[in-house]
């Protein structure tokens, strides 16, 4: 069996057992290991604050300090570091007591053995390990717990209610956390804008980019009207913050519901505009994704006059690039199929239909990446 290295730490004043252990140890350890010798409490306690150890086997009676109180004093200052207390005072109460207080083991030093102080210490450091690796997973779970509700009060709780549209949007996150992001933003004029983004992975990190991409928009949002120029200067923004780690591909649509006009910039965002059944018109990106070329400028699309019976989609790659078992993409073509085949419904239960048929098409695969769609009716 393969043992990591270890690093221990012996608080002993008697030299014959100093001998003694470290005979055994060096015998009988498998694995790299490196003995420290300190004779007093007061060195052990300097020791833990300059040094790292894996496990201390400590001596209750020492010239500095006598008892229990030596056991105190030492795990006071070792942390979360294991204390195997090594003595020759054959005290039950004193053992008891010493356990309670947080020590690994107590061992007598007159009925000691190779394997008992070897089997000690290795169940010491693999207990202590295994508590610290609990307390971090927990301390991780809360921390992508309290992440993700905070994220999810960044999504839109319900869709705007538009004279004239039906609109529906979700996002479904492939971690506690997405890179993906869509919204409803008020802009000038009592228009709407429309934003479906991906954050390139997924995870804490794209997270938080896409938290900034949202905060950015609706700032300017306050001030612009323009849809290219205002990714314009979020890109700006994301490449100086991003440092090339990420990059977002973002289409911004805004509507203007009493003239029944959109307008949209795109980088790297594709929609999709249904017709009449059966005729789908790509609404390609203007642009290169954000967070790439500082200097980059996001065009804005020629003006779509909106006719009732239309529908607009916008969908992120989570859903084109999701694979089945035997590694076939869902692909463009399905997604459009589908949401062809459901365009009578309303545009949330659409949304909700293409999450459906992705999670069928993946069977049994985990989710690799997260899922966003929005859909707008013009009814």
Request: proline share 4%; hydrophobic share 45%; aromatic share 6%.
């Amino acid at each position: 069996m393969e043992y990591r290295s270890v690093k221990i730490l012996l608080v002993e004043d008697d030299p014959d057992d100093v001998w003694i252990l470290r005979s055994l140890l060096g015998d009988r350890w498998d694995g790299p290991l490196e003995l420290i010798h300190v004779e007093l409490l007061s060195s052990a306690l300097e020791a833990c604050r300059r040094d790292a150890f894996d496990v201390l086997l400590l001596d209750l009676s020492l010239p500095d300090s006598q008892g229990l109180e030596t056991f105190l004093q030492l795990s006071a200052q070792a942390g979360e570091i294991p204390i195997v207390v090594l003595t020759g005072l054959d005290d039950e109460q004193t053992a008891i007591k010493a356990v309670q207080a947080g020590a690994q083991d107590y061992l007598i030093k007159g009925q000691l053995d190779d394997n008992l102080l070897l089997r000690a210490l290795r169940y010491a450091i693999e207990r202590s390990r295994r508590d610290h690796a609990e307390r971090e997973l927990r301390a991780t779970s809360e921390e992508f717990r309290i992440a993700q509700e905070i994220q999810r009060r960044l999504f839109p709780a319900e869709a705007p209610r538009l004279a004239g549209f039906d609109i529906g949007g979700a996002v479904y996150p492939a971690t506690a956390t997405a890179g993906d992001y869509f919204d409803y933003i008020p802009l000038l004029n009592d228009c709407l804008g429309i934003v479906v983004g991906d954050v390139s992975s997924h995870g804490m990190g794209p997270a938080l980019v896409m938290a900034e991409t949202r905060a950015c928009l609706r700032t300017l949002a306050q001030t612009h009207d323009d849809v290219g120029e205002m990714l314009t200067r979020a890109n700006r923004l994301l490449v100086r913050d991003t440092d090339d780690l990420h990059f977002v591909t973002l289409a911004l649509a805004r509507l203007d519901p009493k003239a029944r006009r959109l307008t949209y910039a795109s980088a790297g965002q594709r929609g999709y505009l249904f017709e009449r059944p059966g005729n789908v018109r790509v609404l390609d990106a203007t642009s290169a994704p954000l967070g790439i070329e500082k200097e980059m400028c996001v065009p804005v699309a020629p003006t779509i006059m909106l006719e009732s019976g239309q529908l607009l989609a916008f969908f992120t790659d989570g859903v084109v690039e999701a694979e089945s078992h035997g590694h076939v993409r869902f692909g463009i073509h399905r997604a459009v199929q589908l949401i062809e085949s459901e365009r009578e419904k309303p545009a949330a239960q659409i949304v909700a239909a293409i999450h459906q048929a992705v999670c069928d098409f993946r069977g049994h695969h985990s989710q690799l990446d997260d899922i966003t769609a929005v859909v707008m009716k013009v009814l």
